[in-house]
């Protein structure tokens, strides 16, 4: 059989998807376009073009020496491992990219695991060693180290090593970038050392959905390798679900990879991965089997979520003014449709009609979520990430990250001191060249709300990265921050008297000439507790002109928090207002009075 089937695997910002571009326009079929982007191809999502990371995982498909190798570029991030998790059952065998000075990190661990315990062959790509202080002689050290960490058998830690730099497009099999060419060394140990897709003949057929698509005139595709039989153009097949349910459905489309995209084909041979359309209902996970001998595959198991939030109507004074679906209906019929294509998620109804519980791996998988609605034109108002919490015989778990911390050694004292008020034991720590590599264990609650107060005490020059380690007996409790918010106490619009009034109390989110209603939080107090400022406060006009008047009160450059700054800001009894023009913070409780009666109640 003339295919392969293989996934890249790496950390976040390890240069998989800079690899598969180089691997892509060196392959013999590949043309690309003259208005299609020069790099970068594989990240066809504005978000992830953006954040510089894959969220979500693509199929492409690359000829050399007339043999096909299917490519899927799967995320690095820990937060979307459900899509790594479904890949693995797609995949014969995997490119792990690990880079040349880092070395393996904790993502890279994690989805290393998923191919070990898939059983895959694995190729070791080191790349980006083109970079200052590369060290690759080391990095291979640690990689061996990490296979038998992770119980790699022996087939796989017998794996052949690649140096690269993908950026240049360029590989071969010693460090040396002035002997390499070209990446065709990559092709060739494919060839050699990835098996061709196992098939038995005997079996009737069976496609596994492991990824979904939408096309506006196809519908609903339905991508997954195709493990036995063959797929024909407009023939009926079985489609079973989740819940064993079998019906027989008709496909009105079979198609492939090439390149890029997805071509038209009469029929589709077991082995390669392929897509079919005409099946409006399937979803993630289910099987297409042959409708006289219906056999289901093994369903996908997916890691548990984390993290909880509340996602709800937006309630502000402002609502409806920015967004153009704004109801119930529409945020219901928004979160069903994301079930369908991210296995990872889970929703449940919250304590009303208007709210749900929304689970997830971690906060950027929410907050990805998130943003993806917003600039869809969704209106909603979210509450605190919090952690889920299990009982096992009687006892309270919860879950652990591992934190992997890389920070100047000027800053490793307070690093250290920060993780210690949340819980953190460290686990490991060495110094390499003036900066510092840290381990902790911590639990995930300790976790939430972290990373902004990490920027600020290593001056933008820290590192972190984390990854779930498992469930465990519940650590105590966590002192909260102790911090406070500027609420403004009128509805109205922002300007520089009533803002240079309320910078004096600490840091503002905001500058003149926005719109605010009470409730809203316009900046966060300098001392702990909340303080109500009316920044909507004019300038009293009078007869008479003092020696200063004509000088301009000089405002502070505002803090303008991003959506996750906002998630990270938020205390339990505020919010996040998200509108695809606006991220607002406000208080649940939006008037004074309703806040004092609470706080009243609570300590009678």
């Not at 299917?70 to 899509?83: L, M, R, S, Y």
């Not at 198991?301 to 529409?330: A, H, L, W, Y």
């Not at 008047?549 to 996750?564: A, I, K, Y």
Request: aromatic share 6%.
């Amino acid at each position: 059989m003339n295919i392969r089937n293989i996934a890249i695997i790496a950390h976040v910002d390890h240069g998989k998807t800079t690899l598969v571009d180089a691997l892509l326009k060196q392959s013999e079929n590949f043309k690309m376009k003259m208005d299609a982007p020069k790099d970068l191809i594989m990240d066809s999502n504005e978000l992830e073009r953006e954040r510089g990371i894959t969220i979500f995982s693509k199929n492409a498909s690359i000829k050399y020496r007339d043999i096909k190798i299917n490519i899927v570029d799967t995320p690095g991030h820990a937060d979307f491992g459900g899509e790594v998790e479904r890949i693995m059952r797609m995949v014969d065998g995997v490119l792990l990219l690990v880079d040349a000075k880092e070395g393996p990190m904790p993502q890279t661990k994690f989805v290393l695991r998923k191919a070990i315990q898939a059983g895959h062959k694995i190729i070791v790509v080191i790349n980006k060693i083109d970079k200052p202080n590369a060290r690759p002689e080391w990095v291979l050290n640690a990689t061996y180290d990490l296979f038998f960490e992770l119980g790699a058998s022996e087939s796989q830690i017998e794996f052949p090593v690649i140096y690269a730099s993908a950026i240049a497009g360029k590989a071969g099999y010693e460090p040396d970038l002035g002997k390499m060419e070209n990446v065709e060394c990559i092709f060739e140990t494919i060839l050699k050392y990835i098996p061709e897709p196992v098939v038995d003949e005997s079996k009737p057929l069976q496609m596994l959905t492991v990824n979904l698509a939408y096309d506006n005139y196809k519908g609903k595709i339905a991508v997954g390798r195709l493990y036995s039989g063959t797929l024909k153009k407009g023939t009926t097949v079985a489609h079973i679900n989740r819940d064993g349910i079998t019906k027989q459905i008709k496909l009105s489309s079979v198609m492939l990879f090439d390149g890029l995209n997805k071509v038209d084909v009469e029929e589709a041979n077991a082995g390669d991965i392929v897509a079919v359309a005409g099946i409006p209902d399937i979803s993630i996970g289910e099987t297409i089997a042959d409708p006289k001998n219906p056999i289901a595959l093994p369903t996908i198991q997916i890691d548990e979520p984390t993290i909880k939030m509340t996602f709800g109507v937006n309630t502000s004074p402002f609502k409806g003014k920015e967004g153009e679906f704004t109801t119930s209906r529409n945020l219901k019929d928004r979160l069903e449709r994301e079930l369908e294509t991210d296995v990872a998620l889970s929703v449940a109804p919250g304590e009303t009609t208007d709210r749900w519980i929304v689970s997830g791996r971690g906060e950027l998988h929410l907050a990805i979520l998130i943003e993806k609605m917003r600039r869809e034109g969704f209106e909603l108002e979210v509450s605190k990430p919090q952690v889920i919490f299990k009982e096992v015989n009687g006892k309270k778990m919860e879950p652990m990250e591992l934190v992997s911390i890389e920070t100047p050694e000027a800053y490793s004292g307070t690093v250290i001191e920060m993780m210690g008020k949340r819980s953190g034991i460290m686990k490991e720590m060495r110094v390499d060249q003036g900066i510092v590599f840290m381990d902790f264990a911590i639990p995930t609650r300790g976790l939430i709300g972290s990373r902004g107060e990490f920027l600020t005490s290593t001056k933008g020059m820290g590192i972190m990265n984390s990854i779930f380690l498992g469930y465990e007996e519940y650590k105590g409790e966590i002192r909260p921050e102790t911090r406070g918010s500027i609420i403004a106490t009128e509805t109205g619009v922002s300007n520089n008297f009533g803002l240079v009034a309320a910078q004096g109390r600490g840091k503002l989110f905001m500058s003149a000439g926005v719109s605010v209603y009470e409730g809203m939080v316009v900046g966060q107090n300098a001392k702990a507790g909340d303080i109500p400022v009316n920044v909507c406060k004019q300038r009293e006009l009078t007869n008479f002109r003092a020696k200063n008047e004509g000088l301009q009160d000089q405002l502070e450059v505002p803090l303008t928090l991003t959506l996750e700054d906002a998630l990270s800001y938020i205390g339990d009894d505020e919010m996040v207002e998200v509108t695809p023009k606006s991220v607002r913070i406000r208080k649940i409780l939006l008037t004074e009075i309703e806040r004092k009666r609470t706080r009243r109640e609570v300590k009678n």
